[in-house]
């Protein structure tokens, strides 16, 4: 299991849930509530940086947030990197509206996709008749983005030939329509983002090194959300909480096995993964509640903790590793006790009977947390450091 699992768990295990009672079985039905008056969720979010709209309660959440609000004050180029889908464009937006632009416009050029002349035209604009097609005058939109921001995303995919003029604008802050000799001059903020090595297409020659300099003035990187995992139960809170609201319907509860199988899952889509994820279980789940089965398929195929890990037996006893192969399997039959017993080649009733010894012997707890198989993990770790 990754590093960050112990900081995830211990942050579950912070989570509002209903009282007491003993659980009769390892996947337990405890649930999550989000998006309702008086959780520990909506309390946190409630006197949190998500007000900016930018969720998360690690340190790495807030330092982004910490940062963006001291860019926002300043005017200076600044350039978000990050994978997609980790919020380069809501960071971008919030450094817009932090700042003393806010009242003015935040125009996004998408440098992506598009053939060279179509993203001059896009970013300055074109007289009429000044290439095929251009059949009215087109005023672009760093002239529209006067006296507020430009954003530029994808900045790294800007045609070569396009990146000369680019760097002209952005130390001269004056440009020139398509098909026109007048130059205009413009007061905007420039705030650019890439999910692209900004430095290796230099290397490669597919990016001009003088404008990655010109660009590269305020770096602001988003880790992936993978190593900020701890920003995942207050992101599915603030996720529910929006569809709830836009379908305005009753509020989300998350199953807790469900609920770990999002914490394991490693969010190559970052966030957005994580919105369509929540969007789809929703649209399936039954009495608002979002079941370990309600999680797509291929989210619970790769939530399985870390396989060869697992597959190390060293310094495992033999009833540990009994009880490891028991939650395994549990874990992969989402908590079906009769398909696990027929997967382990044992009966049901013996699946049982290992369940109550298990939990006779988890003095700790940590089955009841759902956190047992990285306990043994744990253990086995501990004991593996001191031989
Ligand atoms: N920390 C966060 N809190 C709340 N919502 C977030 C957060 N991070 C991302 N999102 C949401 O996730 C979605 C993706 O974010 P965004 O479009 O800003 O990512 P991106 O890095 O620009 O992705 P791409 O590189 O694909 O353009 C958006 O709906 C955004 O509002
Ligand atoms: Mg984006």
Request: charged share 25%; aromatic share 6%; with cysteine.
């Amino acid at each position: 299991m990754a590093a960050t699992s112990g900081v995830v768990h211990r942050q579950v295990e912070g989570y509002r849930r209903p009282a007491g009672g003993d659980e009769p079985e390892v996947t337990s039905n405890r649930h999550f509530q989000f998006g309702g008056e008086n959780g520990y969720l909506s309390q946190a979010i409630k006197f949190s940086p998500s007000q900016s709209g930018f969720v998360g309660e690690s340190p790495v959440a807030r330092e982004i947030l910490g940062l963006a609000q001291k860019l926002s004050a300043l005017h200076s180029t600044v350039l978000i990197t990050g994978e997609s889908g980790v919020g380069k464009g809501l960071v971008a937006r919030m450094i817009h509206s932090g700042g003393p632009r806010a009242e003015q416009p935040f125009v996004t050029v998408s440098c992506t996709g598009l053939p060279s002349e179509l993203v001059e035209s896009e970013l300055f604009g074109h007289e009429k008749g000044a290439f095929t097609g251009a059949y009215e005058k087109r005023v672009g939109r760093v002239e529209i983005a006067d006296q507020g921001t430009l954003f530029l995303d994808e900045v790294g995919d800007l045609p070569l030939d396009l990146q000369p003029k680019l760097l002209n604008f952005l130390q001269e802050r004056t440009f020139t329509r398509l098909g026109s000799n007048k130059t205009i001059s413009v007061d905007v903020r420039v705030i650019a983002a890439t999910n692209q090595d900004l430095k290796g297409l230099c290397r490669e020659k597919r990016f001009r090194e003088d404008l990655y300099f010109r660009l590269n003035v305020l770096l602001l990187h988003i880790p992936a959300l993978r190593s900020r995992k701890e920003d995942i139960p207050s992101l599915v809170d603030y996720i529910l909480t929006r569809i709830s609201q836009y379908r305005r319907c009753k509020s989300f509860l998350v199953a807790e096995d469900a609920f770990e199988a999002l914490l394991r899952y490693d969010w190559p889509g970052n966030v957005r993964e994580l919105e369509n994820i929540l969007e789809r279980s929703t649209a399936f789940c039954s009495d608002f509640t979002i079941r370990y089965n309600d999680v797509p398929s291929e989210i619970l195929n790769h939530a399985a903790p870390d396989i060869a890990e697992a597959n190390s037996l060293d310094g495992l006893s033999l009833a540990e590793i009994t009880q490891m192969a028991i939650l395994r399997t549990l874990d992969l039959c989402g908590g079906n006790k009769s398909q696990a017993a027929r997967r382990l080649g044992i009966s049901e009733k013996t699946i049982y009977n290992k369940i109550r010894e298990l939990r006779s012997s988890d003095r700790n707890g940590a089955l009841l947390h759902g956190n047992a198989l990285e306990n043994l993990f744990q253990k086995k770790t501990e004991r593996v450091a001191v031989r």
